[in-house]
DNA sequence: TATGAATGAGTGTTCATTCAT
DNA sequence: AATGAATGAACACTCATTCAT
């Protein structure tokens, strides 16, 4: 009996966030997937059932890729304050995102493709993964520790912030040592902390 | 191309617009928009040479209606403090997009499907218009009004948190006068704000 | 404007029924129809927006033929004995068939593949227009013109009867002057008919 | 192939004939079968050597069904007298379709759907089993006891008929005790009976 | 200006079948 | 005996685009 070959698995999700990158989440189809993996069209329905099934997981694994980057313990650790834990978490982000530049641009060209139906369920589920952060951003609210506007809204600062500087280094725009992550934790710091922030 | 009847020009970009709100960009086709309006398939090549052409036509007019409901003599005028101006912009951008809660989603989503290539010269095209604002946030960072990080990425912050808040009022998560411009400029200005800012 | 060629739908038409008399209903597919008409898979699509479409009109047009052939007009006359008109009936699809002896295995093949679904709404419209056939033949089983079993049990043996014959015909197996439809008639006619028949 | 496990090969033809009744023998698929059986799709292949072998087997066991109900013997015997041993054989049908009133749906739908190619050499070779009934026919044929039609025309009318009846259990449109084999037999009789039937 | 017709290339998906294990 | 992997061919259907009218 021959293994699962979780390489395959592997390597149709690689190509396929090869293809995101270059072309946009739109253009990906089952057949440039093949192509490039150097596999039959129909091979990717073995490991996939559905493109959609494949795109959610390319979503999913960049997701457990960043959470798993970060401290996910720390997060929901109560003895640890608030604002540090903001901090941690977007350290987390931020350092993953410089490593991996690709990362952010993949999973919001996936939810830019995929989330349009607005209310497509399996998204729905990955976001779910995600309340972990989304939990912690509310208690901060609740707390005063971080302004008193809608979490999400906080939530898109970080992401597209750090989304645009690793945007602008692969485009060679300037070099990873010329902005820290205390540079741009400064300022969205001093955007966002509440007045019970110190 | 694009001849007399002005108005069907408009329906087509109106249909087009519409469906990109519904099903996303990815899901527009020359079919679904003719059969929106009412006409022949054929008949929207007759407006634009391409559906490309059409795409970015909507994202054009977009653009242009969201700079016409901010004053733009004003932003350049250097008689008017950078802070000044900068808050106008913000405060521009913010009314219009209440008022129409769908124009970032359609900036964004088109910016998705077609940006991606990396190079679209057409994309290029349409940033050269935003340069004003460009110019005038190179300015103020300059000026060590706004903090020195990349223009970008200040304006992404801009962007990005107007169009959530957007996007919440869509969903009905609560209502416009739950959250006033001044909490979001607030909550910006402290971020970006540089050592000179007063 | 180029009118629409009428022709060409009716060409789609003969084509499927050609493969469906060839190979059976599950064998027709839009490529193979587009191959014997000469034209390509997707004009196929622009006269018929289904191949279940395709399918029922193909289905429809061989009723209405037969149906065509018969005079309902006389079915429906009150004034005309029960047992003449059903034998008016029975004649015109006799005639029909003898003459097309393809007509009964076409309708046969389709409703086959269709009809499985138990259920189907579009065969069930079609089957609407038999009405008049079925409201006949109940009002002869109400009187006892006809024995008194299930209409559809009356019907299917009309049917059945008469399609082997054309099978019959067309495998060469006898001349269609070997078997006069007087002699069928009277074999049906000795089955069915009822105490009030004559 | 077909070797030891004997039990799977009948889990695998029972699944099969599921499929058909659900969805028609035009649905049925190597894939769905092993699905609904709960093996692996080439596991299928090693108790059938096609797809074409496998429907070839469900109408088989189905038509042998068919005739181990009916005593094959005394419609060979020729001590019986012709009607006596037409109406055993039309008794032994209809007794074994009310119980098992999916039987003859079953062999329709495969003869449709592989019946058709004309000339198909495996249907042939089951029609081969028939014999004894077509012989039994011929015989009454000639004797005059049955009306001198072809005999497939007789035979199509035994079996459309209680096929038809069966279909109506199914769809509970009447109770199995509200028409007796009598009934049926006493109109069909009425029917075919040649001038020395009695 | 407007349209219906036409098409070729493309989409996602399913399938029967084979083969190494 | 049984399976997972693999594939090539087929499928229905959609699309952007062109062209004659």
Redesign the pocket.
Known sequence: ?????LT?EVRIQDATAAIILKEGAA??????V?KRV?????????????????LLSVYQREQARIQAAGDLNQLTDKTIALPVRLRLYMRGIFDYAVDHPESLTLIQQIKFLMGQDDGNPLLATVQGTQNIVETLMQEAVDAGVIRNVPVNVHMSLVFSMIHTHTLNLKRGLYQPTDYSFETFYDLLWSGIKGPAAD
């Open positions: 009996m021959r293994k699962k070959d395959k253009a990906v189809s089952t057949v440039k093949a150097g596999i039959s069209q129909s091979n990717v329905y073995l490991y996939f059932k559905n493109k959609d099934d494949l």
